[in-house]
């Protein structure tokens, strides 16, 4: 089955600065890459995802790459603010109707004033 | 976008009794739905997905007698923990999948808490 890795586990990052969260996954056979911010006590919330037909994606300060050759991807946050401290998690799924998401086991993120 | 709602947000029970947590699509028809659990500091683990009128189907390692899943309605999915223990708590998640929708709407989370 699916194995999505993430890292780093914790990351500090000042606050205007960029952040960039890194994912691998196993199975040639996902195309649908959802990236979720979740907050403390809540429900994740999907806040960019990419599908293989893509390389890149970009809204507003959050952007996705991928690399299907290698299995690697990636989220970059630019111009990070306070409100960005979460735990994000990388997600692969086949992208079917009923295929489920497989997370990585998450990055906290910490932004420093 | 479209909402899901968790109820209750919250629950305190005593160990042996059942606990039922209810996820609801509130402007969308869910065809699918999924329920996840989360213990802290911890990624999602999926435990089973339920498709509207069918059974649903368990990962590997979730007991089916113990967590049992209705999905009645394409609005509603019920996940009942029966004869709750100190290790069932947990933060349990649930998200559904409408026909008009390609992603997954997660819904808010319910913090059960067995004593």
């Known amino acids: 089955g699916e194995n999505v890795e993430q890292h780093p586990s914790t990351l500090s990052v000042q606050e205007g600065d960029s952040a960039v969260i890194k994912c691998t996954y196993s199975d040639s056979a996902s195309n649908y890459f959802p990236w979720y911010k979740q907050e403390l006590g809540k429900g994740p919330q999907l806040i960019i995802d990419?599908?293989?037909?893509?390389g890149e994606k970009k809204d507003q300060r959050i952007a996705v790459t991928l690399n299907k050759t290698a299995k690697h991807f990636s989220l970059h946050i630019t111009e990070t603010q306070p409100e960005d401290s979460a735990v994000y998690f990388c997600?692969?799924?086949?992208?079917?109707?009923?295929?489920?998401?497989?997370f990585g086991k998450g990055t906290r993120l910490h932004i420093l004033p | 976008g479209a909402v899901v709602s968790q109820h209750p947000s919250w629950v305190i029970c005593k160990s042996g009794t059942s606990v039922k947590i209810e996820c609801r699509s509130l402007d969308f028809q869910a065809t699918t739905m999924f329920w996840y659990r989360q213990f802290p500091k911890q990624s999602l683990m999926l435990m089973a997905t339920?498709?509207?009128?069918?059974?649903?189907?368990?990962e590997q390692g979730v007991e089916k007698d113990k967590f049992l899943i209705n999905h009645a309605s394409l609005t509603l999915s019920t996940l009942t923990v029966t004869s709750a223990h100190p290790e069932d708590s947990s933060f349990y998640i649930c998200?559904?999948?409408?026909?008009?929708?390609?992603?997954?709407?997660f819904g808010p989370g319910t913090r059960l808490t067995v004593l």
């Open positions: 990419i599908r293989s037909n893509v």
């Open positions: 339920s498709n509207e009128g069918s059974k649903a189907t368990y």
């Open positions: 997600a692969a799924s086949k992208g079917g109707r009923d295929d489920k998401i497989i």
């Open positions: 998200s559904a999948m409408g026909l008009a929708y390609n992603e997954q709407f």
